[in-house]
T-cell receptor, first 114, second 114 residues
């Protein structure tokens, strides 16, 4: 079956620190990979995605590279801000599936202090 | 105006009551989803619908039912609510296409069953 494993949180950082949130996956074939973000009191929104091996998704200073050899899609940001405090979800969709639905990781809370 | 709306935003009810959560979207998408979010468990799929005549069970459908009244409306019902259905519920939509569809989430309904 398909599954996504994320590092447990909360991750606590000071403003301008470097961020890494680890994500690994198990899936048949080569899935598409996503990072979603949930700000306090809101629904999830897409942060970035990658559809094939070695693709790099990027948005708002965040980046993640699709690594087929390590089945990973780690999220990184060079300098976090207080406004980045949120819960981050890694997710996948199987590529060749007639009825494709998202499989989510359990989420990682990020807390950034001034 | 929000593209995906959910009503109510908050609801407190008692064990055994019937509850309906409603979702509407103005994105013109044909695919709609219901998820529940529990602390430490991430998001889990309850039901999904790929068009008006298509309804599919997700990972945790027991105790829930859905109705796709129109392309833009997808309702989730709890026929007889129980306390372990206390959770945050999200509706999402996506467009027709490849398995890389991005899902767009509503703001969520916080349901408490006493």
């Amino acid at each position: 079956g398909n599954s996504v494993t994320q590092m447990e949180g909360p991750v606590t950082l000071s403003e301008e620190a470097f961020l890494t949130i680890n994500c690994t996956y198990t899936a048949t074939g080569y899935p598409s990979l996503f990072w979603y973000v949930q700000y306090p009191g809101e629904g999830l929104q897409l942060l970035l995605k990658a559809t094939k091996a070695d693709d790099k998704g990027s948005n708002k200073g965040f980046e993640a590279t699709y690594r087929k050899e390590t089945t990973s899609f780690h999220l990184e940001k060079g300098s976090v801000q207080v406004s980045d405090s949120a819960v981050y979800f890694c997710a996948l969709i199987p590529r060749h599936s007639g009825y494709s639905t998202l499989t989510f990781g359990k989420g990682t809370m990020l807390l950034v202090s001034p | 105006d929000a593209d995906v709306t959910q009503t109510p935003r908050n609801r407190i009810t008692k064990t055994g009551k019937r509850i309906m959560l409603e979702c509407s979207q103005t994105k013109g998408h044909d695919r709609m989803y219901w998820y529940r979010q529990d602390p430490g468990l991430g998001l889990r799929l309850i039901y999904y619908s790929f068009d008006v005549k298509d309804i599919n069970k997700g990972e945790i459908s027991d105790g829930y039912s859905v109705s796709r009244q129109a392309q833009a409306k997808f309702s989730l019902s709890l026929e007889s609510a129980i306390p372990n259905q206390t959770a945050l519920y999200f509706c999402a939509t996506s467009g027709r296409g490849t398995s890389t569809d991005t899902q767009y989430f509503g703001p969520g309904t916080r349901l408490t069953v006493l």
